[in-house]
């Protein structure tokens, strides 16, 4: 009876520890689909970081503006960047994990294949750094986020919350530091310069560009371009229709 009544116990414990869970997970990532978040972990993990090492607080620059107010340009050049497949993936791009394991099976560096919807769960809600549990959460929340938002609403957030340079967090504060200009003003070069450093924001400089950082910038362009421009995103927009799959190059 004794062993019947812990199994009991712990089985009880299980299903309250799970509800929990999905309670604590469910309801701030549906909460988000509409509000716009007041921060996010990568910009509360650089405060932190900054005063764990007893640095000079690290300024946050952030504004978060409304996706109808950011230049279409800055929406294709993310894509071109960082997930060319995003207007019609459900979260994950397996093509592009399975090149990168490849590459990396053949001696090559490993390198990352997040989607943008993978990239938002990742920047808002966990921490940095790789393991096999934040992979794992990361993957649970993106499948919330690819069920819960709208594509619009996914690549809006992404665009707020991405870093573009030390302590710039979303492209309307980029853009008004690089170029003072709100983000709706931005041009498809503007557009492709900030994009060009997402992958490294804080090595790579939009106000003092690399040669690297400038052929990035031209290869986006191009890329931009073969994908037919803003136009590529019309089917992530509300009542259109879907948009034909496109030819796809990686960098």
Same mark, same amino acid.
């Given at each position: ?9 712990l ?31 990568f910009?509360?993990e650089a ?8 640095e000079?607080?690290e #300024?946050?620059?952030? #504004? ?6 950011i ?14 497949t ?13 090149e990168?394991?490849?590459t ?14 993978q990239?938002?769960?990742?920047n808002?809600f966990?921490?940095?750094?790789r ?16 069920v ?5 609403r ?5 665009l ?29 070069d ?22 690297f950082?400038l ?37």
């Amino acid at each position: 009876m004794a062993k019947k009544g812990a199994g009991g116990w712990l089985r009880r414990a299980l299903i309250q520890v799970a509800l929990a869970w999905v309670v604590l997970t469910v309801v701030p990532v549906l909460l988000l689909r509409w509000m716009a978040p007041v921060t996010s972990a990568f910009m509360l993990e650089a405060r932190w970081h900054a005063a764990r090492t007893r640095e000079r607080g690290e #300024h946050i620059d952030y #504004h978060w503006v409304g996706y109808r107010r950011i230049s279409p340009e800055a929406g294709i050049a993310a894509v071109a960047s960082e997930d060319q497949t995003f207007p019609f993936n459900h979260g994950f791009d397996f093509q592009a994990i399975d090149e990168a394991i490849q590459t990396y099976e053949r001696g090559g560096r490993l390198r990352g294949a997040s989607t943008i919807t993978q990239q938002v769960a990742k920047n808002l809600f966990l921490w940095g750094g790789r393991s096999w549990v934040r992979k794992g959460i990361e993957a649970y929340l993106t499948v919330l986020i690819d069920v819960l938002w709208p594509k619009q609403r996914v690549l809006s957030v992404y665009l707020n919350i991405a870093q573009f340079g030390r302590g710039i967090y979303g492209v309307q504060a980029a853009s008004e530091r690089f170029f003072h200009e709100p983000a709706s003003r931005l041009t498809a070069d503007q557009a492709a310069l900030l994009a060009a450093v997402l992958p490294d924001p804080v090595h790579w400089h939009v106000e003092r560009p690399s040669h690297f950082v400038l052929w990035r910038q031209q290869w986006l362009l191009h890329q931009m371009a073969d994908l037919g421009g803003p136009g590529y995103l019309r089917s992530i927009a509300p009542s259109r229709p879907a948009a034909k799959q496109g030819r796809i190059r990686h960098n």
